[in-house]
C-alpha cells in the first residue's frame, strides 16, 4: 500500500506571494516539496484587499473589516490543522492578541510546529499609520511560540540565539534567492550614468535618509550619479539626483538591474541586528555591488573589499562611493564576487536540502 504523502500547512500574514519575507523564506521552495512528494496548503490572515491598504494611512474601518475577516478565517482553519502532519508558521498565526492558534496547534491537535522568523519580531515595532495596533500586540508570543515549536527556523544567529533561550530545537535556515530562475541576471557595469540604488518598505526609508548628508557631498563636489529609490512610498525628502521607483512585483528585477552600487545603511540597535541581508543579498545577486553597514548577518554576507564595502561611518561610506563611481572595473569585480557569494551561501540550491529537511524531519 502507497504511503500518504507528507501534509504541510503553512500559516502566515499576508496574501501569497506579495510579501518579501514569505516569498524569500519558504514561498519560492513550495515546487521543491511537491517535487519531493510533500503536499501543502497556504492560509494568509490578510486577504488582498485588506493588505492594498494596511500599511495606508486611514482606512480604519476596512482595516477592523479585514482583521475581523482574517481572525474568522483563522478559525476555520482549525479543522485544517487537524488533517495536517506539521503546521509551518511563519512569525505569527494573528497580527494581535495571544497565540491562541498555536495554542491550539500545540495542545489540542497536537501537532508539530515549525516556526520561521526573520526580524526580532519579539520587539514592539509598529507603524505610524498603524500606531493603534500597538495597544492590541502581545509581546510574549514569540517567545511562547518558541517554547512550543517542534522545530525553529531562524534567518541569522541573532535570531537563533534568542530562539535558544526557550528551545534547543534550532535551524539556521538563512534567507535565500532563486539565482536560476529569478535572480539570474547579472548586471552589466558600462554606463554613462552611474546608478546608485535603494528598495525597501516606507518603514525601512529612515535608514537610507541618514545616508542623505554623505549624497549630498558627492553631488556638491561634482560626483555623477543618479539615486534610484524603490519603495511602497517616495521618501519624505527631495534632491536633485533622487529618482522614485514605485515596487512593483512584475518589473522587480528590471528595476534592480538599474542600479550599479546597491546601498544598505543600518543603525546598530536591536530591531536592526535581526534582520537577514536581505537588501545586500538581492544586490549581490544581480551582480550589483552591496555597500552595507556592518551590523548583524551584513558581517557575514560582505567581506570589506572583496565582495562588497562595510561602511560605518560618513567618512567611510563617503570613500567607498566615490571610488566606486569612479571605477567602473572595480564594481565589476566586486559584483562578480558577490554573485558568486549568493550562489554558493545564499541561493535555493545551496540550502534547498536544508529546507526539505526542515519541513520533513
Known sequence: MKARPLR??????????????QRFRFEQYLALLTSQGIDYQLAAFWDEATWRI??????????????????LRRLWLLRAVHRADRVFIHREATPIGPPWFEAYTRYIARKPIIFDFDDAIWLPNTTQS????????????????????????????YLADYARQFNPQVILNPTTLDTQHWHNQVQDQT???????????????????????????????????????????????????????????NSEIADLLRFHIGLMPLTEDSWALGKCGFKALQYMALGIVAVASPVGVN????????????????????????KLLQQQDLRTRLGQAGRQTVVDRYSVESNQYNFVRLVSS
Not at 59 to 69: E, P, R, V
Not at 299 to 317: P, R, V
Open 299 to 322: 558581517k557575514q554576507i560582505i567581506t570589506h573589499e572583496q565582495n562588497g564595502y562595510l561602511c560605518q561611518h560618513d567618512s567611510e561610506w563617503r570613500e567607498a562611493l566615490q
Open 130 to 157: 498603524n500606531a493603534l495596533a500597538r495597544w492590541f500586540k502581545f509581546h510574549q508570543k514569540t517567545a511562547l511560540i518558541c517554547q512550543w515549536a517542534t522545530r525553529i527556523s531562524a534567518g541569522n544567529d
Open 8 to 21: 504541510v500547512l503553512f500559516v502566515f500574514p499576508y496574501p501569497h506571494s506579495t510579501a518579501a519575507s
Open 191 to 249: 554606463t554613462d550614468i552611474v546608478r546608485l540604488g535603494w528598495t525597501g518598505t516606507h518603514s525601512t526609508l529612515p535608514y537610507l535618509t541618514a545616508l542623505r548628508p554623505v549624497l549630498d557631498q558627492l553631488h556638491r563636489e561634482g560626483c555623477a550619479f543618479e539615486l534610484v529609490v524603490i519603495a511602497d512610498r517616495p521618501p519624505d525628502w527631495q534632491a536633485p539626483y533622487l529618482r522614485f521607483v514605485p515596487w512593483q512585483k
Open 54 to 71: 494596511l500599511y495606508q494611512p486611514g482606512h480604519l474601518f476596512l482595516k477592523l473589516s479585514g482583521l475581523a475577516k482574517g481572525f
